[in-house]
């Protein structure tokens, strides 16, 4: 299972507005039995969208937002 901060570095590589950042991810459970890290994109300390990272493989799942 990756971490936090990895799960963080992954989204990261996702980014293309050159001004937006990621914030600290949270896992949750989806589907009842997979974890995902959701990662934040944030703009000036403004939330605007998120990232999802599976929480196993590091794989992208998609997101919303921006």
Known sequence: ???EKEAQEI?????E???ATTGT???KEIDNDLL???????IDDDVKGEIHI???TGENL?????
């Open 1 to 3: 299972m990756i971490n």
């Open 54 to 56: 599976h929480s196993e």
């Open 62 to 66: 998609g997101g919303a937002g921006c």
């Open 17 to 19: 507005e050159p001004k």
């Open 36 to 42: 995902i890290y959701i990662v934040p994109i944030l």
């Open 25 to 27: 991810p949270k896992l």
């Open 11 to 15: 989204a990261e590589r996702y980014i």
